[in-house]
């Protein structure tokens, strides 16, 4: 039996496309959806962008037929643009809110065909508890949603017998068999731990082109005076280094050194080793609280809020590094920006650029959608590499969460990718205050 699928404003604003992912069913898209998303569309962020590719892709569909009376979909479905039927709420929910004229057509829906099911799909969970109060079904929006903790780690523990240990230290590989476990995936992370001896153990990463564990990178002066702590790390530094890694994702709670090995690694493949002609480091802007509104100054000075974490973290770098004869040795952060190796700006402009031979890393990429992820893998030119990095639990985007936000989705579909790699870090090294902060509150 064919479905009704009401979509709500914050659906399109999230996926304009999204009338397109419920197959053969009726898709219908309220009166009051269309004002709504009709005030979005002069904004420059990127529901404005989302408004405006969802109003241009219903207009054409009105060449297909009248929008009041149904317009069939590639997928076989009916899309219409219906007006509130009136249906009574109670006084305690007027009319006069948009919300409400939403859960007024679902029920006047469901009450002119009761044997064919009425869905009622938005973000708001609050609008999702008042349709359940009225009767009507309602579900969350979420097309390619991961629980944080069925994420794909991008580690695994190996418990071998002691002799396959040192075959690997002997011989600087192990072959993969099928006693070991379940198959790895490209560049997964490894611990090979002595099933007699647990203080036995080695490290090391999956290469699926030689379909053995290889060791992991350890360079002798680590990363600009950065040395990995705990494994994760160490596992993290493997592949923020290997140049045969194109796009690499770091997910973990703060203070876990995500953000500081990125640059760290980026400055040795940029300023030391010259594998790439520049450094860019982005991030999007989201305020933590209420915003505090216009910022006086030029481009530069009213983004340099949103970019101090990461001037905060090359300062470190540069002052914790103390060794001599570096390329970028006695030179500070603003040197390296005016000769063009550092760059550090917001994500706001990146769409339609090409972005070659750059190391690339995109901070707090929990805070954007699937698409703005895709749009900004897509930027990648020849000879870049791309690492993002954030925290599912901290996010600030209102349109997504932990399960749906573009970091995760990057990282489900990506986990078979030979020129990708991800690790889970789990272990904070900031400080012991900010440890306990973490897992306390």
Known sequence: MRKAFILDTNVLLFDPHAVHKFGNNDIIIP?????????????????????????????????????????????????????????????????????????????????????????????????????????????????????????????????????????????????????????????????????????????????????????????????????????????????????????????GKAGTGKTLMAIAAGLVKTVDEGVFSRLLVSRPVFPLGKDIGFLPGDIEEKLNPWMQPIYDNVDFLFGATGSKGRRGAGKGCQELMNQGLLQIEPLTYIRGRTIPSQYLIVDESQNLTPHEIKTIVTRAGDGTKIVLTGDSFQIDNPYVDSANNGLVYLVDRFKDESIAAHITMTKGERSKLSELATNLL
């Not at 490209?186 to 080695?202: C, E, G, M, R, W």
């Open 31 to 251: 009166i009051v959806v269309v004002e709504e998303v009709d005030r979005f569309k002069k904004e420059m962020s990127e529901n404005g962008r989302h408004a405006r590719m969802f109003s241009r892709m219903i207009d054409d569909l009105r060449k297909e037929g009248e929008l009041s009376k149904g317009v069939k979909l590639p997928n076989g479905g009916l899309l219409s643009v219906e007006f509130e039927a009136g249906h009574p709420l109670p006084a305690d929910l007027p009319m006069d809110k948009a919300d409400n004229r939403m859960l007024a057509l679902a029920m006047a829906l469901k009450k002119d065909q009761p044997k064919r099911p009425v869905i009622f799909v938005t973000k708001d969970a609050n609008l999702r508890i008042k349709a359940d109060a009225l009767g009507v079904t309602a579900e969350d929006y979420e097309p390619s949603s991961v629980e944080p903790d069925q994420l794909y780690a991008g580690t695994a523990t190996l418990t071998v017998d002691a002799h396959l240990v040192d075959e690997f230290y002997t011989a600087k590989k192990l072959a993969f068999s099928p006693q070991m476990g379940e198959k790895l995936k490209p560049n997964q992370y490894v611990i090979l731990k002595d099933s007699t001896n647990p203080n036995h153990t080695a490290m090391g990463r999956f290469s699926k082109e030689l379909d053995c564990i290889v060791p992991l990178l350890k360079p002798v002066e680590g990363l600009w005076g950065i040395f990995p702590k705990n494994a994760e790390q160490a596992f993290a530094m493997d592949a923020l280094l290997n140049d045969d890694i194109k796009l690499v994702s770091l997910v």
